[in-house]
């Protein structure tokens, strides 16, 4: 327990509040460790864990606001970091939670947590986030701790961060960022690459700083000659002007691949193939339920944001409709708005889809803070309107205490857990009551000649009985209304 500070009535320290090790598991009590033998068949094989995996974390080497000039080889660095927050609404448990899930990310992102405070007040400070003379006590905690970073739970202004900095003379850093420098890590696809690139781009614009030559001006401005006399362009500002010129051409491409996304929804469309999305909480289990329900073999690991690109799979209802099944960017609390608007083109999978799976995870001590959080987005996505399912996943690591009560105020959910495999078959058979059914009921008898006619009903439509005769295929359907009208030349005369 660091002593740098005598403990006040607005302030607590989270340090040890739980054992080596283990500060984040009331975020990340997560029962689905891999292994061959749980996860073998159902999660593939996984190449993306590996190559996490082996990454070596190294400590103690400097922080960014020092230039490293004596380290030859630098491989991903183990930032020792001291996290600040500031309680202005709600419960002090809600505060813990909160800093409790900042020590997740932090992890997540290859930093070691040594220390947590939590500032009582009306706002944050203007000046500082947390107010000069608790600055003053952090910059105490860093030196006894030996951090070399902090990061506030919370969006600081550029002011806040240089005014902070020059206090604890480490450097700084906030949630956005943080979160940030997630998405950075975990961005496969080109895509996904773009989308990160162009929301770190948002956020470092206003927060650009310069130092020594970087605030002296270029030469220009004049009328020529031979040092081009006059004050020209800075070079903080001819950074700035590269920004914008790299942020325009990054929308352009996001654009153009968005196109193809679009392309690819309007063929599923066209075929009549209904989407459900799966959307929820980071670290909820929405992968683990993709590779439950489709045997995708998507990464699944206990950490925030460990899959970012979308994925979208084939799947298939009890009775043998088709649908497609995607699994989308998890959501958190306070989701900085740079990325909700660089990811818009696929959060977009939500609101085209028409079934969302909202998946919450039942283990976590506030639940009802996670479906709030989520249904937040989902409502700047455009996507109110679509018909939800609510998916409690982890049930066997549920409190059932907690299970009744969501099952009792959440009117359409269910309990599941993706690592065993209860409540699978009841969800994939709520789903299928849940899609939306082809309008026209019909029935036709289909010559053995058209058996194309015969393999469209069972794909874009849900065939209610089949029979083989000796003229043909007789079927009763229910089928959207441009496929009834190709099936209604072969109405049987009875039936007509």
């Known amino acids: 327990m660091t002593s740098s500070s005598s403990p006040s009535q607005d302030t607590k320290r989270l340090a040890h509040a739980y054992p080596e090790g283990l500060r984040a598991d009331a975020l990340m009590e997560e029962d689905v460790a891999w292994s061959y033998e749980i996860d073998g068949e159902r999660d593939g094989d996984q190449f993306d864990r590996s190559e996490r995996a082996a990454l070596r974390r190294v400590v103690g080497l400097s922080t960014e606001l020092e230039d490293v000039t004596e380290v030859e080889y630098r491989q991903l660095r183990l930032e020792r970091v001291v996290l600040v927050g500031v309680w202005t609404t709600g419960t002090a448990q809600d505060a813990e939670n909160s800093l409790a899930e900042l020590a997740a990310l932090a992890e997540t992102a290859g930093a070691l947590v040594l220390d947590g405070v939590i500032q009582r007040r009306d706002k944050p400070d203007a000046a500082t986030y947390i107010g000069s003379g608790k600055a003053a006590e952090l910059r105490d905690i860093v030196i006894e701790t030996g951090a070399d970073t902090v990061i506030c739970d919370g969006e600081l202004s550029p002011g806040q961060l240089i005014q902070l900095e020059d206090v604890v003379k480490v450097k700084v850093i906030d949630r956005t960022a943080l979160i940030l420098d997630i998405f950075a890590q975990h961005a496969k696809s080109r895509e996904g690459k773009a ?3 162009l929301a770190q781009m948002q956020y470092m614009l206003p927060r650009l700083r310069g130092w020594g030559q970087s605030l002296s001006r270029q030469m220009g401005g004049g009328r020529g000659g031979l040092a081009t006399r006059g004050p020209g362009e800075t070079k903080i500002e001819t950074d700035r002007r590269r920004i914008r010129e790299k942020m325009a051409k990054m929308r352009r491409e996001i654009a153009e691949m968005k196109t193809g996304r679009e392309i690819k929804r309007q063929e599923r469309r066209r075929h009549k ?26 990464l699944v690991e206990n950490a925030l944001f460990a899959t970012l690109d979308p994925t979208v799979r084939r799947a298939q209802t009890p009775s043998g409709r088709l649908y497609t099944l995607a699994d989308t960017v998890g959501f958190v609390r306070h989701l900085p708005h740079h990325l909700v608007e660089a990811f818009r083109s696929t959060m977009e999978e939500v609101g085209d889809s028409d079934l969302i799976l909202h998946v919450v995870d039942g283990s976590h001590p506030n639940p009802e803070e996670q479906l709030a959080a989520v249904r937040e987005v989902i409502r700047d996505v455009g996507a109110t309107d679509v018909p939800e399912i609510v998916v409690i996943n982890k049930a066997d690591a549920a409190d059932p205490l907690v299970l009744q009560r969501l099952l009792r105020v959440e009117k359409r959910s269910i309990a599941v857990s993706a690592r065993t495999g209860r409540g699978i078959e009841e ?5 299928d009551n849940e899609l939306p059914r082809p309008a026209v009921e019909i029935e036709v008898l289909v010559p053995y000649t058209h058996g194309k006619l015969v393999a469209r009903a069972h794909t874009e439509g849900e065939v209610i009985s089949e029979e083989h005769t000796a003229e043909g295929t007789l079927l009763k359907v229910r089928v959207h209304e441009e496929l009834a009208a190709d099936l209604a030349p072969y109405t049987p005369v009875s039936a007509a």
């Open 427 to 431: 969800l994939l058979a709520l789903i």
């Open 195 to 197: 989308q990160v690139a």
């Open 273 to 298: 193939v209904p989407s459900v999305a799966i959307a929820g909480y980071t670290n909820a289990g929405k992968s683990s339920l993709l590779n439950r329900l489709t045997g995708a073999g998507v």
